[in-house]
């Protein structure tokens, strides 16, 4: 039979306090290790520059300041990871793993695309159980500098520059802005600077140093910057 109507609301109060009673709160220790971050590429006559922020975070706890989100896939092709650390990792190790058998098989540098559609088949046939969204980029001797962006969702996309992680959204605006198709390598390392160094000082998830990836048929060079 159903209770009175006084003891049904005391029982929904109860109800209410104890789902928002803080105690209840998942301890930040069991939260997800996340990088909630600010990444980017750009290619540019000649090769590509990456950078991302370096703070990973779990919940509201600042697990690490110093890692690094931009991973190596090949020689000269590096991904920018952004969501969940573990699952962006484990894609990034598949990826590498394929990309080097590739290689060995096909006696020859592997494609920026080949790299970036293995990591689109597994984000897509994987995407209600990955929260990953990455870029990946670099240069290989038939097409050059490229860069394509795999977001949440597996879609794969090969544009002229792009952002992704959480700082991102701050920024849309001023890349759209700056950002012109004839810019040289050094407007691109300062394109790339300026924008993380922007969305790391209006994004909670973003912080710590920029790390700027080089990639060009010369190499790779890689730099860090200390922001105040």
């Known amino acids: 039979s159903r209770p009175p109507a006084d003891d049904e609301g005391a029982a929904t109060t109860t109800m209410m306090m104890a789902a928002t009673r803080p105690s209840e709160a998942m301890p930040w220790t069991e939260a997800e290790v996340s990088t909630g971050t600010t990444i980017m590429a750009v290619a540019y006559e000649g090769g590509v520059i990456m950078g991302a922020d370096s703070r990973v975070s779990t919940g509201t706890y600042v697990a690490n300041r110093v890692s690094d989100k931009v991973t190596a896939i ?10 969940s650390a573990a699952d962006t990792q484990a894609v990034s190790d598949y990826v590498r793993s394929y990309v080097a058998a590739h290689a060995i098989e096909g006696d020859r540098p592997p494609l920026v695309k080949t790299a970036a559609t293995l990591c689109q088949r597994i984000c897509y046939q994987e995407k209600d159980r990955l929260l990953a969204g990455v870029i990946v980029a670099g240069y290989d001797p038939y097409k050059g ?7 949440l969702g597996g879609t794969l996309q090969q544009v002229p520059f ?6 991102s959204t701050y920024i849309y605006g001023h890349v759209d802005h700056v950002y012109r198709p004839t810019m040289t ?16 000082a209006r994004d909670g998830s973003s912080g710590g140093i920029i790390r700027i990836v080089a990639i060009d048929a010369a190499g790779v060079d890689r730099e860090y910057i200390t922001v105040s």
């Open 162 to 167: 792009a952002i992704g992680g959480s700082g």
């Open 74 to 83: 090949h020689d000269k092709i590096y991904m920018c990871r952004s969501g």
């Open 185 to 200: 390598k050094a407007e691109c390392v300062d394109f790339v600077k300026t924008a993380v160094e922007r969305a790391m």
């Open 145 to 151: 500098g490229q860069v394509f962006v795999v977001p």
